[in-house]
């Protein structure tokens, strides 16, 4: 079967035949290419057109697709277990990892995704603090946990929902919404519902709105706020862990959170998801507090597996990989605004080491609004050129693009040749 008679069978059994939604390329006015293998950067579809990858399954493949060392870990934890739901040493071996090699966090709990981790972390803060209220920031996507279904970015943004139908209004009532590097309105908030806010979460840089860098100020202004009225500051690293640079974006800021959730990397490409933070507030959780979260495959071994061998090479090469990632992340942005320049199309770019994003708008993106004045009719058009071309970008003007340690110059070079020749067809 092809690409074509693949995804239209899949619509018979999957709604829009994907199991999530951005991978259905709407708005794209194309099919997706049905994924069939890939190695390092490249990834092959059942019609057997290979594809530079800048989508990484979303960030998680750091080292590039299939790396040897992470593959035979799976083989080998496979060959001794496939799930238990009782404590492994595995588990131990992560938890530990991350507990003394990540600065904010002094205890962990493993759970299997992102939205998992920050909905989690978010009945810890209130639980923690017996307060209700959160604040969230409007173009920040936490998971799809109806508290966090309102004005959130990414697929949400994407596909056009203002919100989300089937959660009831009750679920978003206590879900105040930031403006996302503007402190002022988060001090409104704060003195009008202060008494009330359990926690602030926030992706200190942002992925879902397109990649964009919270403020130093702000971030310190975060923290101000939340020790003056008692509430919990929660990073949502979900994305930006171990990929904003080893210890994450939190070792950018002046900045200790209270909570810091993650997954996409720390699985190695397999299904996993983790919250942590500081000891007093993680013993309110279960079997040691009242707040109660637990998960049968929480932990799982060949998870384990696959995330410890890729956290510990990412630990052993941490000098190298990330410089590189750094250097060939700031040759793209340079390159794509030189052309933008020369062909005079409005552009802008954002990025934080190996994650990025092209606006299609002039100016300096800082603010959600910015975000929405892009030119989605030209981030299409592109789109499409760029999957012509071999390459494989994010379908959404609100999604990064994502860098590994197997891209090299070459790849660079041979994206911004094909991004050239989009910007003289835009002529």
Not at 141 to 167: M, N, Q
Not at 362 to 371: P, Q
Not at 396 to 417: D, G, M, N, R, V
Request: one cysteine or more.
């Amino acid at each position: 079967m092809n690409n074509q008679k693949i995804f239209e069978e899949s619509k018979k059994y999957m709604p829009g035949g994907v199991n999530s939604p951005v991978r259905s390329y709407n708005g794209m006015d194309i099919d997706p290419p049905v994924i069939k293998s890939g190695r390092g950067v490249e990834i092959v579809d059942e019609d057997l057109k290979k594809y530079t990858d800048f989508v990484l399954a979303w960030g998680p493949m750091i080292l590039g697709h299939s790396d040897y060392d992470v593959v035979e870990a799976i083989k080998t934890a496979s060959e001794e277990s496939i799930a238990f739901g009782a404590p492994t040493k595995r588990e131990l071996e992560m938890s530990k990892f991350l507990c003394d090699n990540l600065d904010a966090v002094e205890m962990v709990r493993m759970v299997n995704s992102g939205t998992e981790a920050t909905m989690s972390a978010i009945k810890l803060a209130r639980g923690y603090t017996k307060r209700d209220k959160i604040v969230k920031f409007a173009g920040c996507y936490h998971g799809h946990f109806d508290g966090f279904l309102v004005e959130a970015g990414s697929g949400v943004l994407t596909e056009g929902i203002p919100g989300c139908l089937g959660v009831p209004e009750g679920s978003v009532s206590n879900t105040l919404i930031g403006r996302y590097n503007d402190l002022n309105q988060v001090t409104e908030l704060f003195r009008k519902y202060g008494d009330e806010i359990a926690c602030v979460i926030i992706e200190p840089v942002a992925g879902n709105m397109g990649v964009i860098k919270a403020e130093d100020n702000f971030m310190e202004g975060l923290r101000d706020l939340c020790d003056k009225y008692g509430s919990l500051l929660i990073f949502d690293e979900v994305m930006s862990g171990f990929r904003a640079a080893f210890k994450g974006a939190e070792s950018l800021f002046k900045v200790t959170p209270d909570l810091i959730t993650y997954a996409k990397i720390i699985g190695g490409g397999l299904p996993c998801g983790a919250y942590g933070g500081k000891r007093e507030i993680m013993e309110c959780l279960s079997p040691l507090g009242g707040v109660y979260q637990a998960g049968t495959m929480s932990g799982n071994p060949i998870v384990m597996a696959a995330g410890i061998e890729t956290l510990e090479k990412l630990k052993a090469n941490k000098d190298t990989i990330y410089p590189k990632i750094e250097k060939l992340s700031k040759m793209l942005k340079d390159g794509v605004l030189e052309l933008g320049k020369k062909y005079n199309v409005p552009l802008s770019v954002n990025r934080v080491c190996g994650m990025m994003t092209i606006f299609f708008v002039g100016g300096e993106v800082k603010f959600y609004e910015d975000v929405k004045k892009a030119d989605e009719g030209r981030f299409k058009r592109y789109f499409k050129h760029m999957l012509n071309a071999g390459f494989n970008i994010p379908p959404s003007q609100y999604e990064a693009l994502f860098l590994s340690s197997c891209h090299e110059e070459k790849h660079i070079e041979e994206f911004l040749k094909a991004f050239e020749e989009f910007l003289k067809k835009e002529n």
